[in-house]
């Protein structure tokens, strides 16, 4: 048996990888590279459709290591029953960070300063002044504190803010600050003038983002998604919108792609953005490090970054 890694991007083009292994190159397209029982470290292809980065895996017989470009890991899970025990599950801490807080930024400031309407407005030849809410002085909410969230604050942090809560499974405390427990949400929420969610897409957290939390949010807040579409109850959101009582920025939607005929398109009060916070000129390089100090480690039998889960645990 030969001793493949496949991979989303072309070995040649990626400084650094070291000498010992067969690198395949396997984007997701039809046909595989090689024999997926050969293959022993596998990282999925980035931005695919749902299913095309599980199916090569129940014949990944030898596998040792999957490895995300993702954050989240939601749409590998599927596949992990078909994995030997044993199997490490690897995510891409450190790559979408900085990508994913400049989205959350831009939302933030987008939705409070009304820029939508002013493209609008632009496009009729319309001067359209008027009041509109700062950030400044605002509280936020941090609904999902791992290291996207502390990015998130990070970039939020010149912006004169009147307090910032952070929310995660568990409580602990930080430099910036305690990190509450989810249970705390109840109390957080009535409190916050943007609410921004950044939590994995688990059990847990899926549906996290009901009617009752969204009749907790106080008048006029804003609820900015850039975690999973499945966090947030559509139909719930949807009946709130409608009321014009909150607004929404959302880069993840359920369903996802957002169909051409759905009604979160025409709601009072949303932006939407198709899914981009990590795909930036910050992914490639990013990527391409985290891909060559794993393998790196890999080959030494070094302990891998960003384990996640071992199968069979």
């Known amino acids: 048996m030969t001793a493949d890694v496949w991979l989303p991007l072309r070995a ?101 300063r009304g820029i939508p309407d002013f493209v609008r407005a632009q496009e009729r030849g319309e001067w359209l002044g008027g009041f509109r809410p700062a950030l400044a002085d605002r509280n936020v909410l941090i609904v999902g504190y791992g290291a996207i969230g502390a990015a998130i604050e990070d970039r939020l942090a010149p912006f004169e803010l009147a307090c910032v809560a952070r929310v995660a499974r568990s409580a602990r405390t930080t430099a910036r600050g305690p990190v509450r427990p989810f249970t705390d949400l109840p109390a957080l929420l009535p409190e916050a003038d943007v609410v921004v969610l950044s939590v994995p897409l688990t059990e847990t957290t899926r549906g996290l983002v009901d009617g009752t939390f969204l009749s907790r949010m106080k008048d006029g807040a804003l609820l900015v998604n850039v975690a999973r579409g499945a966090v947030v109850d559509t139909k719930a959101l949807l009946a709130e919108l409608e009321t014009g009582r909150i607004t929404a920025a959302l880069d993840v939607t359920d369903p996802e792609p957002l169909p051409r005929d759905h009604p979160l398109w025409r709601a009072p009060g949303v932006l939407v953005s198709p899914h981009v916070g990590g795909p930036t000129s910050a992914f490639l390089p990013r990527a391409e490090r985290l891909i060559v100090d794993q393998l790196t480690r890999f080959v030494n039998r070094e302990p891998l970054r960003n384990v996640i889960l071992t199968t069979g645990t």
């Open 12 to 112: 040649d083009e990626i400084e650094g990888l070291p000498e010992g292994p067969n690198y395949r190159f396997w984007d997701g397209g039809e046909d595989f590279p090689a024999d997926p029982a050969d293959c022993v470290y596998y990282v999925v292809p980035y931005m695919k459709p749902s299913g095309v980065g599980v199916r090569p895996l129940p014949g990944m017989t030898a596998v040792e290591v999957v490895q995300t470009l993702s954050a989240g890991i939601d749409h590998v899970e599927p596949g992990l029953k078909h994995l030997r025990p044993g199997v490490r599950l690897c995510n891409a801490r450190g790559v979408h960070e900085a990508s994913t807080a400049e989205l959350t930024l831009a939302l933030v400031l987008a939705s409070l």
